[in-house]
């Protein structure tokens, strides 16, 4: 965790760790990592792995710069008016005044539809990358300020991929 919600969910079926959302215990710990309520969240697990899918194919349409299935859009558009904000008046202070109302059982996610959404309206489409690891399925945003970034982390496929290059670099001196 500690990417943009959205592509967290994206990244949570890792092919080295397995899908952490495959049981409900498990996307209840997605959800608490992500700092989300995971509260009634047993019975939004096949919407949460549908919506995944969803941001997966979105994720490779701003990529690419491809069009997106109007069904993909659809189902964000859908969490993200369950979990608009409604103005609501209230008596405060003996007036009256407008107040934003979040409706009940919006949920984690309806959060997650709006970060893809002020993602895809604040942030450059072309800095999203698939790690550089043939055997990582991770994605992520490339915030380098040069643009480069080639590992969804240096700590760990960057590492991997920067040991097998020094003992390949290795065998090659010793073997010549």
């Given at each position: 965790?500690?990417?943009?919600?959205?592509?967290?969910?994206?990244?949570?079926?890792?092919?080295?760790?397995?899908?952490?959302?495959?049981?409900?215990?498990?996307?209840?710990?997605?959800?608490?990592?992500?700092?989300?309520?995971?509260?009634?969240?047993?019975?939004?697990?096949?919407?949460?792995?549908?919506?995944?899918?969803?941001?997966?194919?979105?994720?490779?349409?701003?990529?690419?710069?491809?069009?997106?299935?109007?069904?993909?859009?659809?189902?964000?558009?859908?969490?993200?008016?369950?979990?608009?904000?409604?103005?609501?008046?209230?008596?405060?202070?003996?007036?009256?005044?407008?107040?934003?109302?979040r409706p009940e059982g919006a949920g984690p996610l309806?959060?997650?539809?709006?970060?893809?959404?002020?993602?895809?309206?604040?942030?450059?489409?072309?800095?999203?990358?698939?790690?550089?690891?043939?055997?990582?399925?991770?994605?992520?945003?490339?915030?380098?300020?040069?643009?480069?970034?080639?590992?969804?982390?240096?700590?760990?496929?960057?590492?991997?991929?920067?040991?097998?290059?020094?003992?390949?670099?290795?065998?090659?001196?010793?073997?010549?």
């Amino acid at each position: 965790m500690g990417s943009r919600l959205w592509i967290d969910l994206v990244n949570s079926a890792p092919a080295a760790l397995g899908d952490f959302l495959a049981t409900d215990d498990g996307w209840h710990r997605w959800l608490r990592a992500a700092g989300l309520d995971a509260g009634a969240a047993d019975a939004m697990r096949p919407q949460a792995l549908a919506l995944r899918e969803t941001l997966a194919r979105l994720f490779e349409c701003l990529r690419t710069g491809s069009k997106p299935k109007p069904a993909d859009i659809e189902r964000v558009n859908d969490l993200l008016a369950a979990g608009a904000p409604q103005p609501r008046l209230a008596w405060r202070g003996g007036a009256l005044v407008v107040e934003e109302h979040r409706p009940e059982g919006a949920g984690p996610l309806a959060a997650i539809a709006a970060d893809f959404a002020d993602f895809a309206a604040r942030h450059e489409p072309a800095r999203l990358r698939h790690c550089a690891n043939p055997e990582c399925s991770l994605v992520f945003y490339d915030t380098a300020r040069n643009g480069t970034r080639r590992w969804c982390s240096m700590a760990a496929c960057g590492n991997r991929s920067k040991v097998r290059s020094h003992r390949l670099r290795a065998s090659a001196v010793s073997e010549g």
